[in-house]
């Protein structure tokens, strides 16, 4: 794990803390390559972020970098007041894509601990939500609509998924595909502010993630960014869209950390 801290004094209480989890198809990326994205938020929300290093596909595949995840969210909960000064109840989830649905999939088993694990937010950008998805348009038309965008094709979040997911079985499990979670699980859930990309092939299950949230009585918000691709993060230098993403996660992830 990686944490940022930000200058100055702690809050009485402590820091406020987002766990956060990186994309890059449960394949690609590391600690290093949403740093900037980490580095900015610390500073703009405020609050400490940790990054989490977990493991890769196809070397490690499912379940390793939920085991991953889990063991940091257990780590935080447990240690982090003493050996960061943060505020165990402003304990915040999120990440980018994979590390979308490893936020979301963390959050979930916040839910399920015994006893439960409190959070104020899950964070999901351009979240993978179900690992059965495919190009047919059924039940995600962005599948279909988005099939040529470059950023992140079919073609790739298909190979992305079978490197993480060599057993096809595995795929229908909650914490492979949280479109999955029972609904006796999902009404335990945090609340969650969703944000989906016009130009992503994601678009339609996060949409559908964050449907299931309200059905279930979760407080929740899904924002879509028109005209915007997958990789958002990455884009704030080049596109204005990017940066109105960036400054309203600042804006949600502090308002949920000044609620508790």
Known sequence: MR?????GSAPLSGWPVLLYFHGGGWTLGNIDTESAFCTNMCKRANCIVISVDYRL???????????????????????????????????????????GNLAAVVALKAAAAEPPIPLVLQFLSV????????????????WSENANTVQLSPGRMLWF????????????AWDASPIFAPEELVKKVTKAWIAVMELDILRDEGIAYAEKLKKAGVEGEVKMYKGAPHPILAMDGVLT????????????????????
């Open 3 to 7: 944490v940022f801290t930000p200058e």
């Open 57 to 99: 596909g196809p070397e490690d595949p499912y379940p390793a970098a939920v085991e991953d995840a889990e063991e940091a969210l257990y780590w935080v909960a447990r240690n982090g007041k003493e050996q960061l000064n943060v505020d165990p109840n402003k304990l915040a989830v999120g990440g980018s894509s994979s590390g």
């Open 161 to 172: 998924r079978d490197n993480y997911l060599p057993n096809e079985k595995d795929r229908l």
């Open 241 to 260: 869209i990017a940066r109105t993403f960036f400054s309203d996660a600042v804006q949600v992830l502090t308002e949920a950390f000044k609620t508790n």
């Open 127 to 142: 979240p993978a939500v179900d690992n059965t998805a495919t190009t047919s348009g059924e039940p995600y038309k962005s």
